[in-house]
């Protein structure tokens, strides 16, 4: 990296991919009872972080599961299909 050049962001201390509710809400539980700041993250394309990073737990939603019953669909929300 030259000199004077930003960086993309800073580390978090914590980080979890997400992959169902119950780990999403385990998590975000669990850090709560502890204490232990926590950020939600969704796609995270229009997300601006500090250099410094996130002193605390990332959850990623990446809940990505796609069910189908007939003519309805039920899309989990953190999928990302276009």
């Known amino acids: ?4 050049a930003k960086r993309g962001g ?15 809400v385990a998590a975000l539980k669990v850090a709560d ?4 700041p926590s950020f939600l993250l969704g796609g995270g394309s229009n997300l601006l972080v500090s250099d410094e990073g996130f002193r605390g737990l ?3 939603n ?21």
């Open 1 to 4: 990296m030259r000199a004077g």
């Open 10 to 24: 800073g580390p978090a201390d914590w980080f979890l991919a997400a992959r169902t509710a119950e780990q999403l």
């Open 33 to 36: 009872e502890i204490g232990l």
């Open 58 to 60: 990332v959850v990623k």
């Open 62 to 82: 990446a809940i990505d599961e796609i069910a189908f019953d007939g003519a309805v669909a039920q899309v989990g929300c953190g999928a990302d299909y276009l």
